[in-house]
């Protein structure tokens, strides 16, 4: 495996977006190495997830005031630095921090957060459905930035 | 005229879900203390009417993220205990492993990342792994065995959906079975190696007179089946909890309290499993509580912990049993026959005692559900505990109190939110004081 992009979210209202978009990015051809998987609220086994390959792209969603449905590309550094705030947000900054504290190897890493609006209900709202295209644009992007040319 | 102090901790941090402390003193005495959780009530008992009975075990693994087995099991003995179902021995081991996998997980989550911060004084897991990465990578691999179990039988490690009314969908292959137990093999001396390194820690101390309970089986240390006894005589079918125990409601809270009939609160978890049911340890977790003696088995709360490390290792030598002896069963799930009926069914959630009553009608459509899960029961005694320790910070700066408060809290690794798992995104942490 080249890349891993990891869509994180979960099942309540727009947060689910990263899912979606891990969902519609594994439906549609893809560069050669690259494996999409989806984690509900994976805590600490985003680690396992980070130590399997050298390359990551994150899919999450994001709640730091912006225009509902940006796509936003979030410098890793930043997520720690700035406390970006989301319903994972935490606790990816937290598992990046971790692994860093344990003195493990990150993965070259890239993040595409989607503002969201709400965390209720079963469906997106329509700015955050209409950004999963976009999202999954960033997320093809970052790989490309990731992945070192043939 | 006495000081009046009012100390708030306006979101509880490390714990999971939502919970506030207030606590306001006169002098050293309480006057007013309250365990708030504002976690929304999660209506579960409502919408799970009218489902069908195979569609228990999903929907009840979706009430907690980190305990989701002990949920859904407990709902499955229920319903099987109605349809009057038979269970393969084989498929019952499975389902011990199954437990085994969320205890050594939910357990070294809490002794690492949400206790060890209180006893090093540090803020948070990733301080302790800055300053003890041998140690929190070893509680990290065991932690990843315990996932391993879960996927493994739950089909998934997060939300399982492998188990079903009669078993499970799938049962583990030979050689599935094979490989997980050669990464078994050293899980054993890995948590004893946790145990000990936790146990070095200043762990503080906080004997009081507690009523412990838990589930006792007979021959095995208790996961899925049992009798309710307590350390003061209580031994009764689990299809008499309504007998022993009562729900009730308060203002400040959206979780019912669980008291005994008589009104005492009680305390459910790792410490009562373990002073009810010591004799059934497997020989290394054995050995592990003569070197912890007399700290275990006790009635002080704050040796929770250690109870934790315990019952890894009790459930990684028992996980190497199980899968050292397995024998695929010849059909992964028993066939069973719905019917009308009231089912009782009791398992040992990591954190404690979780009682599942299901009423069924001839479809075998819920027609009636209640849960009690183990913070419910734990509520009263937390406060209980709390009251003891109150006038023991007063002496203490603000900041001190609240991480006295907090640390006391967390020994009963309380799950607050038990169905919902959005996060709260700011930790905001408030201390003030009043004449």
């Known amino acids: 495996m080249r890349a891993l992009v990891i869509g994180i979210g979960s099942s309540h209202g727009d947060d689910a977006v990263g899912l979606l978009v891990a969902q519609r990015l594994a439906s549609e051809p893809l560069p050669e190495g690259v494996t999409v998987v989806e984690r509900d609220r994976p805590g600490l086994s985003l680690l396992d997830d980070l130590e399997s390959t050298p390359a990551v792209v994150i899919v999450d969603a994001l709640r730091s005031g912006a225009a509902p449905g940006s796509v936003l590309r979030i410098p890793p550094a930043a997520l720690a630095r700035e406390r970006l705030t989301s319903s994972h947000t935490l606790r990816v900054a937290e598992t990046l921090m971790l692994a860093v504290a344990l003195g493990r190897p990150l993965p070259a890493l890239r993040i595409v957060a989607i503002e969201i609006v709400a965390m209720e209900g079963e469906t997106l709202s329509p700015e955050v459905a209409a950004a999963v295209e976009p999202a999954c644009a960033a997320a093809r992007a970052a790989l490309e930035e990731l992945l070192p040319r043939a | ?435």
């Open chain 2, 1 to 435: 005229m006495a000081e009046r102090r009012t100390i708030e901790v306006g979101a509880l941090a490390r714990v999971e879900g939502q919970g506030a402390l207030h606590l306001t003193l006169e002098g050293d005495r309480v006057v007013e203390l309250r365990l708030e959780i504002y976690e929304p009530p999660r209506f579960f008992e409502g919408f799970l009417r009218g489902r069908a009975a195979r569609e228990l075990p999903d929907l009840m693994a979706r009430i907690c993220g980190i305990c989701p087995v002990a949920y859904q099991m407990s709902a499955v003995h229920a319903v099987e205990s109605i349809f009057d179902v038979t269970i393969d021995p084989a498929v019952r081991q499975l389902r011990r492993l199954f437990t085994c996998g969320e205890w050594i997980e939910s357990h070294l989550l809490h002794m690492f990342f949400l206790a060890a911060p209180d006893y090093l004084g540090l803020d948070d897991g990733i301080a302790v792994a800055k300053l003890h990465p041998v140690q929190v990578e070893r509680a990290l691999r065991l932690r990843k065995l315990g996932h391993r179990i879960l996927a493994l039988l739950g089909g998934r490690p997060v939300n399982p959906v492998g188990a079903c009314i009669g078993g499970f969908a799938r049962a583990p292959t030979r050689s599935e079975m094979a490989s997980l137990e050669s990464e078994l093999v050293h899980a054993a001396g890995e948590a004893e190696a946790c145990l000990r390194w936790i146990a070095s820690l200043p762990i503080p101390s906080r004997p009081q007179e507690i009523e412990l309970v838990s589930l006792r089986h007979p021959h095995e240390y208790p996961m899925n089946e049992g009798r309710l006894v307590s350390t003061r005589g209580l031994d009764v079918a689990v299809s008499e909890f309504d007998s022993a125990f009562v729900e009730s409601q308060v203002p400040h809270s959206t979780a019912l309290h669980c008291r005994r009939r008589d009104g005492g609160a009680y305390l459910v978890g790792p410490l009562a499993r373990l002073a009810l049911n010591a004799e059934h340890l497997t020989p290394a977790a054995s050995a592990a509580l003569e070197t912890l003696r007399p700290r275990l088995p006790s009635f002080d709360p704050a040796a929770s912990v250690l109870a934790r490390g315990i019952e890894v290792l009790y459930a990684c030598e028992e996980a190497l049993r199980i899968a050292r002896s397995y024998e695929p069963p010849a059909a992964p799930a028993a066939s069973w026959t719905p019917c009308a009926g009231v089912g009782h069914g009791a398992t040992e959630a990591p954190r404690g005692l979780l009682y599942v009553r299901v009423e069924t009608d001839a479809a075998g459509d819920v027609v009636a559900i209640r849960i009690v899960p183990p913070t419910a029961q734990n509520q009263a005694r937390i406060e209980d505990d709390l009251r003891l320790l109150a006038p023991r910070v007063l002496a203490l700066s603000h900041d001190e109190a609240r991480r006295s408060c907090e640390s006391a809290i967390r020994d009963y690794d309380p799950c607050i939110s038990c169905s919902t798992h959005f996060l709260t995104l700011e930790i905001e942490r408030r201390i003030r004081s009043e004449d």
